[in-house]
């Protein structure tokens, strides 16, 4: 499990790596990984409250913001279903390396910086400070939910 779970970071290491290479960085984050849309956690301005709502008909709701460039947003998820979901941001190609990391291994703990694992009937929150202009999207990765289409859109402009 060790080795398998060490591939599959490397592997999705390589393809964030792939995908933000040339972009502006930010070294602001642990775990050595990436994000060229932004970063976790607060920037110096202020707080933009945003609450979703994760839904068992595998949508979420909204399923569509708009924020601004350079705006922290606190993102305030709550599970209100009786199934098991989650709230991962990335662009299309974290989001795809992340589903194949959940289909190979269902039921892994979260531990990722840019998403959050949500029991049925819980509230948690992701601050995240967007840099840069552009889509990016929040899945759950859930067997079979993000194929059911659970997921939304962040517009940053
Ligand atoms: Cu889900």
Redo the contacts with the bound molecule.
Sequence with gaps: MKAASALTAGVMLAMWTGATLGAGMNMQKSGGEHFDFGHPGPGSGPVHVIHIR?LDT?RFDPSRIVVTRGETVKFVVTNVGR????FVIGDAAEQAAHEKEMQTMPGRSMHDVNGISLPPGHTRDLVWTFTRDGTVEYA???PG?FAAG?VGKIIIK
């Design positions: 994760a595998l199934l098991a979901h989650e759950c990765h859930v939910h659970m």
